[in-house]
């Protein structure tokens, strides 16, 4: 689970950056930069859940 | 376009480099602000550990870390993509060979980046503190000077992709960020996050049931010493910074100043009343941790704020950091002994995009480009730095593993590593905190 949620993070910039580079329009990039700022949000969710858990395991 | 550093009249190059001369004394208070919220039984092995990795931290950024990093107009390695440039790392000799050290521009940048990527190394001391240990603690100083911090250094301060946003692609001026709000603090306080989760807590912090006990402080006069002294030092950092990465006239000293001053107080005041309001009474860490969030965010966003703005930066940092320590301490059991996490990736995220929203820079001539600058800014942040700093710290922790001992867990860091405690005349208590 934490590495799935690294790779989200990694996407979710991968999708920001080519955004920028790769979309003409303003709107298209505002649209796909927050979609990837949204990734992230959640693959550092899925990082934060399996650190959680692993912390409750070793009190 | 490539970006340039800005010329300096003699005078204005004499007044640069003053105001760099104070930046040590914010690391000195970063420094009595990590040993007074930790224990006592580690507190020489705070102050030592900040020794070292102010030394690390300088040894490293100068053999490695400044020929990552160069200079805005200064060689570097850039690609193509749909026809426009994508500048993404120095390419300068080692040991600072292509830079004559006087009062140039880049000579100046030099001698900022060495304190700056210092004060960066100090972040993490206060959230491994008391079970991090000193050889592991100088390990990962080296990662963060020599290849995390100028990396993104480069992007930001090194006429990289990330400062060239505005020119490339309209979006404003580019990602701003006058004196490191993301660049120093950010950067530092993800790798804080990465040492916090890579140690995990200290023994007696979390019960079985995940309930969280409370292990204070043991010096609030060095906390708020530190404070003093950071605010000098900030006062130094977020001036020279702008001059140099900002492109703001020396005559605007003035107002950066003003700026960081009222940030810091509306950030101290607003986080005493919340503390006041919540627990009853002004709590001295949250309010020194205010205090410093309110730094922290003033260094991006102080050149281009107006005095009624600073305050309003101030107010949101210093409201945000007891709400952001009790969601790590409480609901994602993260232990963070000095709230260098909230303070410093919450307080300088905050910053980075005040930039945009409290501020007039970019705004008056590309509508909400520099939203998006500043939004790319932070996504590059979370979604590459943090996983960046969690891989290195990850695989040197299976090279050499951080945390001290269960001897040490039981001992404190002055007696296992240092074979003293700094202060031996006085009864320091058993470990009252840890339920065996």
Redesign the interface.
């Known amino acids: 689970m934490k590495l799935m949620g690294f790779l989200l993070l990694v996407a979710g910039w991968a999708l920001v950056v080519s955004a920028i580079a790769l979309l003409p329009s303003a709107t298209a990039r505002a649209g796909f930069g927050l979609a990837g700022v949204a990734v992230e949000l959640g693959g550092l969710a899925l990082v934060v859940h399996a650190h959680l858990v692993l912390t409750m395991k070793k009190p | 376009m490539t970006p340039a550093l800005p010329f300096l009249s003699d005078s204005s190059a004499a007044l640069c480099l003053l105001l760099i001369l104070l930046v040590p004394l914010a690391c000195v208070g970063l420094a009595l602000l990590n040993t007074g919220l930790g224990r006592s039984r580690s507190a020489s092995h705070a102050m030592l550990s900040s020794l070292c990795v102010l030394a690390v931290a300088a040894l490293l950024y100068v053999i490695v870390g400044s020929s990552l990093q160069g200079a805005a107009g200064r060689p570097a390695h850039a690609f193509v993509?749909?026809g426009?440039t994508?500048n993404w790392i120095a390419a300068e000799p080692s040991f600072l060979r292509g830079v004559h050290l006087d009062l140039s521009p880049a000579s100046l940048v030099v001698l900022l980046q060495i304190f700056s990527v210092g004060l960066a190394g100090l972040i993490p001391i206060s959230s491994g503190a008391d079970r991090w240990k000193l050889g592991a603690t100088c390990a990962s100083t080296a990662l963060l000077a020599g290849w995390t911090y100028p990396l993104f250094s480069h992007w930001v301060w090194g006429g990289g992709w990330l400062a060239q946003?505005g020119a490339n692609?309209?979006?404003g001026r580019g990602f701003l960020d006058g004196a490191g709000s993301g660049t120093i603090h950010a950067v530092g306080g993800l790798t804080a996050l990465s040492i916090t989760?890579i140690l995990?807590?200290r023994p007696g912090k979390?019960?079985?049931e995940?309930i969280s006990a409370a292990i204070p402080g043991h010096n609030a006069v060095l906390v708020l010493l530190g404070c003093m002294c950071a605010w000098l030092g900030w006062l130094g950092l977020n001036a020279s910074g702008a001059i140099l990465f900002a492109g703001a006239e020396p005559s605007s000293v003035v107002l950066i100043a003003v700026n960081t001053t009222l940030a810091a107080a509306a950030a101290g005041l607003t986080t005493a009343v919340v503390t006041r309001f919540r627990f009853g009474r002004p709590d001295a860490s949250l309010v020194a941790n205010g205090w410093m969030a309110g730094l922290v965010a003033s260094s991006a966003a102080a050149p281009f704020l107006k005095p009624a703005a600073a305050i309003v930066l101030g107010a949101v940092a210093g409201g945000l950091v007891p709400f952001a320590v009790d969601l790590l301490e409480f609901k994602?059991?993260?232990d963070d002994p000095g709230g260098a996490i909230s303070v410093h990736v919450v307080g300088g995220i905050w910053g980075l995009l005040a930039v945009a929203a409290l501020s007039d820079a970019g705004t008056r001539d590309a509508s909400?480009?520099q939203w998006?600058a500043q939004?790319?800014g932070?996504?590059?942040l979370?979604?590459?730095v943090?996983?960046l700093t969690?891989?290195l710290n990850w695989l040197l922790n299976r090279c050499y593993r951080q945390r001290v001992d269960v001897e040490g867990d039981w001992q404190g860091m002055d007696l296992h590593e240092l074979g003293a405690g700094a202060y031996p005349e006085f009864d320091i208590h058993s470990d009252e905190f840890i339920q065996r």
Request: aromatic share 18%.
């Open positions: 993509i749909a426009k994508w946003l692609y309209g979006l989760w995990g807590p979390y019960s079985s995940g994602l059991a993260v909400n480009g998006l939004v790319v932070v996504a590059t979370i979604g590459f943090l996983p969690y891989g």
